[in-house]
């Protein structure tokens, strides 16, 4: 049975037809609590529609490779957060990192992911990396190494990365603070200020269901990535580690996660947005669903098999046991399921596709 003012907002948030900020923060929040199973296929084939249209019925492919496990940072929800002592930490060196990425390139994956813990590595490092994996071939690179100076993240830019990777994981300031030992949602606006600026195609995003996380939490990051102009986002339900300050609290919400996905397509009808490993680390794997409500990216893992469950931000994590031999396999199986076809390019930002002159990986504008 489907409400008139699920109808309603859901027609607000897609149209984009709305008065104020504080307009469409009510719809999106009526949105993501929408709970009947009526209303959830018709937010879902809504978003899908939306995503279709604007970009095709397509899902990119990510490389992963988790690259140090160590860390700085004491981010009260991470496994890896350095006040961790059971946290085995790892770093993987210049020649493995390549090797990584030209495993996944010869598996026809065109992006490679570095991620990784605040490890302080030394940015030159970073940048003979990045140049040679671009060495490998047409395959862009994607960065997600926390925050660092702008100057890092010019050198790094101008060593050939072409996309980055860093969660706001909230933008009202007292719930950041929450969540983050000594850290202020200042500078982590300020290192999103720097790499849009640099010209990176830059990502962000959440976690759903943190302590003290509410609707209107999510609705006002939402409104946040919309203004922004990001390129993609990505949103994952919390899992609680157990040896973080988090510990006892409960998981996010699987529904609000998906209506998450399919508001911010409502949104962003053109942002690149995963099915993250995160949910597909729940009771099922939900990343298929994930699919069906607007997301569009895959992120299989290709990180040393040995490293996987070394790395870990959270318990559970489905992709360890991936095998990185059957990942077209894997890859055309969860596509189809979400109603998906695999597109193996690059898949650029439609803007950068067309700066790169590779406007046949960006789909319809
Ligand atoms: S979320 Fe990132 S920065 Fe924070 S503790 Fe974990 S690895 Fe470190």
């Known amino acids: 049975m489907i409400r008139e003012a699920a109808r309603y907002a859901l027609a607000r948030v897609k149209t984009r037809n709305h008065s104020s900020d504080s307009e469409l923060r009510k719809a999106l929040m009526l949105l993501l609590e929408i709970s009947d199973p009526d209303e959830t296929v018709l937010l879902c084939e809504t978003a899908c529609t939306v995503r279709n249209e604007s970009s095709g019925a397509r899902m990119a492919v990510r490389a992963l490779v988790e690259t140090s496990s160590l860390c700085n940072n004491d981010c009260y929800y991470c496994g890896l957060n350095r006040g961790n002592k059971k946290a085995h930490r790892y770093k993987l060196g210049r020649e493995d990192i390549v090797c990584c990425a030209k495993d996944a390139f010869s598996h026809g994956i065109r992006t490679v992911v570095l991620q990784s813990g605040e490890d302080g590595t030394h940015a030159g490092e970073v940048a003979d990396t990045i140049a040679d994996i671009k060495k490998i071939g047409d395959i862009a690179v994607t960065l997600s190494f926390g925050e660092r100076p702008r100057h890092e993240y010019a050198l790094w830019k101008e060593a050939g990365a072409d996309r980055y990777l860093l969660r706001i994981e909230s933008t009202d300031p007292e719930l950041y603070a929450s969540m983050h030992r000594n850290r202020k949602l200042e500078s982590r606006l300020e290192c999103l200020d720097a790499l849009q600026e640099l010209g990176y195609q830059t990502g962000s995003g959440i976690m759903i269901g943190f302590p003290g996380q509410t609707a209107g939490h999510i609705a006002d990051d939402l409104i946040f990535f919309t203004k922004r102009g990001f390129e993609m986002i990505g949103m994952g339900p919390f899992i609680p580690h157990p040896d973080t300050p988090f510990a006892r609290a409960p998981s996010g919400s699987v529904r609000t996660t998906l ?107």
């Open 259 to 365: 209506n998450a996905i399919a508001a911010a397509r409502l949104c962003m009808p053109n942002v690149w947005m995963p099915a993250t490993t995160a949910l597909g680390s729940m009771d099922k794997d939900w990343r298929p669903d994930a699919l069906r409500s607007g997301a569009n990216v895959l992120m299989p893992n290709f990180s040393p098999q040995e490293k996987r469950k070394l790395y870990s931000i959270y318990p559970g994590k489905r992709c360890i046991g991936e095998r990185t031999a059957l990942v077209q396999q894997e890859c055309e199986s969860i596509a189809r399921a979400g109603g998906l076809t695999v597109d193996w390019s690059r898949a650029d930002a439609p803007a950068f596709a067309v700066t790169l002159g590779k406007a046949s990986s960006a789909g319809p504008a």
